[in-house]
C-alpha cells in the first residue's frame, strides 16, 4: 500500500511559498512607488539667471523678467501687428528671452568649432545646463565611466533648423545638418559626449514635455533601468512661424505677459528656457550621502481624449491625472498645500484649470487645510517644452527656503473663477509657506496644447542625519582644474567669493571639489587652515600672483607613474608622525599592527616611543630603527589607501627593510624584527627584487618608467635629489607638508581616490561654483 500524503506538511510548504511571494509581491510594490529624489539643479531662465540661487532671487523680489524680443532673432517691428487677424504677422513684440544663445563652450565639450556651428543651440544649452546640474549634486563625470545614467529631455521647437534651411536653402543641407534639425539629437548629444550608457530620448508632448519626461525618468530608476537620470527641457524662440501661428490662434498676449488666474488674461508670452534636475532612487541617495533638495512622491500622464475639439482643455481628464499622480505618492488631496499651476493666462485655460484643481484637491479639507496657488509664468513668460521643470525648481526652491514667491500680475482675480467656494489663495508678495498639515507637499501641473496632462507630487526633503565628527584634519587640501589657464583663474576666483559667503565646512568643500568634479589638465592645489586663509590663497591665484605652496600646472595626457623611496637612518625624530596618529585612522591602524608585531622584541611599547611624552627619550638605536621603520610603513599604507599605488619602491638602510616589506618580499613581522635586530642586519639586508638608494637611483627608476618619486621617510641632510617630492619635514607641520605634496602629485596629473582619502571624516557633498565655461560665438545663420 501506498503511503497516505502528508497534507498537514504540503499545507506548511505551500504557506511558506505564498509568504516568499507575498513579501516579493511587497519588495516589487515597494520599489514602484519608492519616492525619487533631486539631488541636483541647473538652469537658464529669462532675466540673466543662470543659477538655482539667481532663479530664487528672481523669484523672491518678484521681478518680471519678460522683455522686447532681442534683434538678433527677427525684425520684430517688421512682423508687428496688434491685430490678431493680420496674416503672417505678430501681435507682440515682447516675450521672456535667454542672452548670448550664440555663444558655446565647444573646446570644454571637445566639439569642432564647425560642427559646433551646425549645432542647435538647444543641445548647446542642454550640455551646458546638465553639467551644471551634475557639478552641482557633486557627481563626476568620467566619460570612459560607461554609467548608466538615464537622459530625458523635453523639447517642441526647432527653430534653428529653420534657419539655417531658410538662410543656405538646400544647398546649405551637409553632413552636420542632423546636429540643426534632429531634436533626437539633443539627448543623443548629451549621453554621447558624457559617456552615459542608460536610456536616452527626447520627448515631444508640446507644452507638457518636461514633466512627461520627469514621469518617464522616474519609471526608469525605479524600473532599474539607470541609476540616476537628468530630466528636464529646453525651449528657445529663434524663428518667427510658431508665433505667427500661435498669433493667428489667439493666444498670444499683446503685452508679452502671462497674467494667469487675473481678469485681465489675455493669452501668454512666449518665453525661452533650460532646467536639468539629477535624480536619483531616495534610499540610494540617502546611502550614498548625496545632498536632497526635494523628494518626487509620485507622478501621472494622461490626454484629454474627448474634449470639445483637439486643443481644447478637458477639465475631466485634468482631474484624473492628478488623482492618480496623488494615489501613486500615498498622498491624501488635503495634504497639498500647494499647486504650481500651469497657469498660462488665457480666457478659456484658467478657469477649467482652476475648477479641475479644485476639484480634487478639496476632497478631505475641513476647512482649515491651507492651499495656494502660484504660476511661475507670471515671472519669465511661457516657456512651452521647458514649462513644467521650470514650475518644478521654483517648488523646490521654495521648499528649501519655506516661502512662497509671489504671484505676479493678478490685480482682479478671474470671475469666471468662483474664489469664495474654492477657498485657495494667491501669493501675492513674500509669504512664508507653513502648512497646517505640517509637511509641505506641493502639486505641478502642465499640460500640453495636443492634449497631453502631466502631473508631478513633490515633498520636502527628508531631515538629514547630521554625523557628529570627533577629529578632523587642522588643514585642508582643495584641487581645481580647467580646461585652460583662464578658466582656472576665473574658477579660482568663483571659489574665493564662495568662501567668502561662508555657511559651508570648509572640509565639505574640499571634499566635493576633489570627489564630485571632473578633473582637467589644467589643476591647482590650496592648502590652507581655515576659509580666509584659502579665500586670499584663492584670489592671489585669481590676480596671477605667485601662492605658498603647489604652483598651478598642466597634467599630462597619461597618469605618471610613482616610486616610494623608503630612507632613515635610524634616527629618532620626537612626535613625529603624532598628529597623523591622531587624526589618520590608516595610518594609525599601521603604527598600532606594528606595535603589536614587535611584543616581547622590545622593552617598552613601540607607540609610546613613538608618540610618548616629548621630555623621555629612548636613545637605544633599536628603537630608533623600530620607530622610523613603523612611521615609513605607515605613510606607505596611508598613500596606498589614497590611490598612490608606486611602480617602484625603493630603499636604503632601514628603509631597505620596509621597502622589502611594501613590495611583498616578506612579512611585516620579520621586517621589524630585522629592524630592531641591530645595524648589521637592518643595513646588510639587500633584496634583489628592490632598487636600492644609491647615486644611479634616478637613472634606474626612469629605466623603469617613474615619473615622480616620494619619499616616506625622513629626508637626510645633503641629499642631492632635492626635487624629490617629501611626505615629513623636520619643523614643519605634519598635515600642511602632506597635504602640500598631495598637492603637487594632483597637479602633475597622479590619480587620487577622493573618496578614501576623506572616507574617516563623514563628508558630505555640497553645491559648490560651476565650472567657468568660456563661451565663443557659434553661430551659422543671421537675423531675418
Request: aromatic residues 6%; proline residues 6%.
Amino acid at each position: 500500500m501506498s503511503e497516505e500524503p502528508n497534507y498537514r506538511q504540503l499545507l506548511q510548504q505551500q504557506l511558506v511559498k505564498i509568504r516568499k511571494l507575498e513579501a516579493r509581491l511587497e519588495q516589487a510594490e515597494a520599489a514602484r512607488r519608492e519616492p525619487i529624489a533631486i539631488i541636483g539643479m541647473g538652469c537658464r531662465l529669462p532675466g540673466g539667471v543662470e543659477s538655482p540661487e539667481a532663479f530664487w532671487e528672481l523669484l523672491s523680489k518678484g521681478i518680471d523678467a519678460t522683455s522686447e524680443l532681442p534683434p538678433d532673432r527677427w525684425d520684430a517691428q517688421a512682423l508687428y501687428d496688434p491685430d490678431p487677424r493680420a496674416k503672417g504677422k505678430i501681435r507682440t513684440t515682447r516675450g521672456g528671452f535667454l542672452k548670448n544663445v550664440d555663444r558655446f563652450d565647444a573646446r570644454f565639450f571637445g566639439i569642432p568649432p564647425r560642427e559646433a556651428e551646425s549645432m542647435d543651440p538647444q543641445q548647446r544649452l542642454v550640455l551646458e545646463v546638465a553639467w551644471e546640474a551634475l557639478e552641482r549634486a557633486g557627481h563626476a563625470v568620467e566619460r570612459g565611466g560607461r554609467e548608466r545614467v538615464g537622459v530625458f529631455i523635453g523639447v517642441m521647437n526647432n527653430d534653428y533648423g529653420q534657419r539655417v534651411l531658410d538662410t543656405g536653402g538646400l544647398e546649405g543641407i551637409d553632413a552636420g545638418f542632423l546636429g540643426a534639425r534632429a531634436n533626437c539629437a539633443i539627448s543623443g548629444r548629451l549621453s554621447y559626449v558624457f559617456g552615459f550608457q542608460g536610456p536616452s530620448l527626447v520627448v515631444d508632448t508640446a507644452c507638457s514635455s518636461s514633466l512627461v519626461a520627469v514621469h518617464l525618468a522616474c519609471q526608469s530608476l525605479r524600473n532599474g533601468e539607470c541609476a540616476m537620470a537628468l530630466a528636464g527641457g529646453v525651449n528657445l524662440v529663434l524663428s518667427p512661424e510658431v508665433s505667427v501661428y500661435l498669433s493667428q490662434s489667439g493666444v498670444l498676449s499683446p503685452d508679452g505677459r502671462c497674467k494667469a488666474f487675473d481678469a485681465s488674461a489675455d493669452g501668454y508670452g512666449r518665453a525661452e528656457a533650460c532646467g536639468v534636475l539629477v535624480l536619483k532612487r531616495l534610499s540610494e541617495a540617502q546611502a550614498q550621502g548625496d545632498t536632497i533638495l526635494a523628494v518626487i512622491r509620485g507622478s501621472a500622464v494622461g490626454h484629454d481624449g474627448p474634449s470639445s475639439a483637439f486643443t481644447v482643455p478637458n477639465g475631466v481628464a485634468q482631474q484624473e491625472v492628478i488623482r492618480q499622480a496623488l494615489r501613486g505618492a500615498g498622498v491624501p488631496p488635503a495634504e497639498v498645500s500647494y499647486l504650481e499651476a500651469h497657469g498660462t493666462g488665457t480666457a478659456m485655460g484658467d478657469p477649467i484649470e482652476a475648477e479641475a484643481m479644485w476639484a480634487v484637491l478639496r476632497e478631505g479639507r475641513k476647512g482649515g487645510e491651507s492651499l495656494w496657488m502660484g504660476s511661475v509664468k507670471t515671472n519669465i513668460g511661457y516657456p512651452e517644452a521647458a514649462s513644467g521643470v521650470v514650475g518644478m525648481m521654483k517648488v523646490v526652491l521654495a521648499m528649501q527656503h519655506r516661502e512662497l514667491p509671489p504671484h505676479l500680475h493678478l490685480k482682479n482675480p478671474n470671475p469666471y473663477i468662483d474664489w469664495a467656494e474654492m477657498g485657495v489663495k494667491v501669493p501675492v508678495e513674500l509669504t512664508p509657506w507653513e502648512p497646517t498639515q505640517d509637511r509641505r507637499i506641493a502639486g505641478v501641473t502642465s499640460y500640453g496644447r495636443t492634449g497631453t496632462l502631466a502631473h508631478v507630487v513633490l515633498g520636502e526633503a527628508p531631515a538629514r542625519v547630521e554625523v557628529k565628527r570627533e577629529v578632523d584634519r587642522p588643514e585642508h587640501l582643495l584641487v581645481l582644474s580647467a580646461r585652460g589657464e583662464e578658466a582656472l583663474r576665473a574658477q579660482a576666483g568663483r571659489y574665493a567669493r564662495f568662501l567668502e559667503a561662508g555657511g559651508v565646512e570648509l572640509g565639505d568643500v574640499c571634499f566635493t571639489a576633489a570627489a564630485g568634479r571632473a578633473h582637467f589638465e589644467h589643476r591647482l592645489a590650496v592648502v590652507g587652515s581655515d576659509a580666509r586663509e584659502m579665500r586670499e590663497r584663492l584670489l592671489a591665484v585669481e590676480a596671477g600672483r605667485d601662492v605658498e605652496g603647489p604652483r598651478p600646472g598642466r597634467a599630462g595626457s597619461l597618469a605618471p607613474s610613482v616610486a616610494f623611496i623608503f630612507g632613515g637612518e635610524g634616527g629618532r625624530y620626537a612626535d613625529m608622525g603624532r598628529v597623523l596618529y591622531e587624526t589618520q585612522p590608516v595610518f594609525r591602524d599601521a603604527l598600532e599592527e606594528c606595535g603589536a608585531a614587535l611584543k616581547g622584541v622590545l622593552e617598552k611599547p613601540l607607540l609610546w616611543v613613538l608618540c610618548g611624552p616629548e621630555s623621555e627619550r629612548v636613545k637605544e638605536e633599536a628603537y630608533g630603527r623600530a620607530a622610523v621603520f613603523a612611521l615609513e610603513w605607515g605613510l606607505s599604507r596611508m598613500w596606498r589607501a589614497w590611490g598612490v599605488v608606486p611602480r617602484a619602491v625603493v630603499g636604503r638602510g632601514v628603509g631597505q627593510l620596509v621597502a622589502a616589506v611594501d613590495g611583498g618580499v616578506f612579512g611585516l613581522e620579520e621586517g621589524l624584527r630585522l629592524a630592531a635586530g641591530g645595524p648589521s642586519q637592518a643595513e646588510a639586508y639587500t633584496a634583489p627584487q628592490l632598487l636600492s638608494l644609491n647615486e644611479e637611483t634616478e637613472q634606474a627608476l626612469r629605466e623603469h618608467g617613474v615619473d615622480v618619486c616620494l619619499e616616506l621617510g625622513p629626508r637626510p641632510e645633503g641629499r642631492p635629489e632635492a626635487g624629490w617630492l617629501t611626505s615629513l619635514r623636520r619643523g614643519r607641520s605634519e598635515w600642511a607638508q602632506i597635504l602640500e605634496t598631495l598637492g603637487m602629485l594632483y597637479v602633475k596629473g597622479v590619480k587620487v581616490d577622493w573618496e578614501a582619502y576623506d572616507a574617516p571624516y563623514h563628508r558630505r557633498r555640497v553645491p559648490l561654483p560651476t565650472y567657468p565655461f568660456e563661451r565663443q560665438r557659434h553661430w551659422l545663420t543671421s537675423a531675418r
